[in-house]
């Protein structure tokens, strides 16, 4: 089973709609967690941590359920510039510092 | 220009012959990872970095080897390329000071095809 699941898509998504999905983790001890975007054959980038309470950025909201191991991302008043792979990425402190577990990504396609 | 810089940034070479990848980095990062990334896959850690002369094996090493004699360069070597190694490496740093859970900021990344 992989540390980290996601659902690869794509969701194709109206312009102005929202969008959202999850992504489970496995190890209950997994402390930090983020989401990542990656643009089409670029490099990863940090779009938001996620905090236990729940956090906001913009039209972009990520949630956490620590109870069922998982964590969401919604995008509100989706523009086409926001079609990307979305990285759903977790990290076990107690396993080392600073590395990340990667999830394999979920396709958003906004259309016009 | 300060950033994180991969070279080359694409590669074809064949099975056996061993290649470097090479990244250099101008913030004062003490953590530097490599990844390699391939459909259907997340992004693998190969080996990290703490300092300088201070490496550590990632989930995906087998192949590999990395060195760190200085804090800005962190090279991979694939001492006898295999068509399994065919992927997209990114190096990524992170910033000292906030090591649990710090955003690594990624390399461009290197495509390399291995015939």
């Known amino acids: 089973r992989k540390e980290v699941e996601q659902d690869p898509g794509p969701f194709n998504v109206p312009e102005g709609a929202t969008v959202a999905f999850n992504c489970t983790y496995s190890?209950?001890?997994?402390?930090?967690f983020f989401w990542y975007r990656q643009d089409c054959r670029k490099e990863p980038k940090l779009l938001m941590s996620?905090?236990?309470s729940g956090n906001e950025d913009g039209r972009f909201t990520a949630q956490l359920n620590r109870a069922s191991q998982y964590i969401s991302l919604l995008i509100r008043d989706s523009k086409l510039s926001d079609s990307a792979t979305y990285l759903c990425?977790?990290?076990?402190?107690?396993?080392?510092?600073?590395?990340?577990?990667f999830g394999a990504g979920t396709q958003v396609v906004v259309t016009p | 220009d300060a950033g994180i810089t991969q070279s080359p940034r694409y590669k074809i070479t064949e099975t056996g012959r061993q290649v470097t990848l090479m990244c250099h980095q101008t913030w004062s990062h003490s953590y530097m990872f490599w990844y390699r990334q391939d459909l259907g896959h997340g992004l693998r850690l190969i080996y990290y970095s703490a300092a300088a002369d201070i490496t550590d094996k990632g989930e995906v090493p087998d192949g590999y080897v990395v060195s760190r004699s200085k804090t800005e360069n962190f090279p991979l070597t694939l001492e006898s390329a295999t068509r399994s190694q065919t992927s997209v490496y990114f190096c990524?740093?992170?910033?000292?000071?906030?090591?649990?859970?710090?955003?690594?900021?990624f390399g461009p990344g290197t495509r390399l095809t291995v015939l």
């Open positions: 990524a740093s992170s910033e000292p000071g906030q090591p649990t859970g710090a955003e690594q900021f």
């Open positions: 190890n209950s001890a997994s402390q930090s």
């Open positions: 990425v977790v990290n076990l402190i107690t396993d080392s510092w600073g590395k990340l577990q």
């Open positions: 996620v905090y236990s």
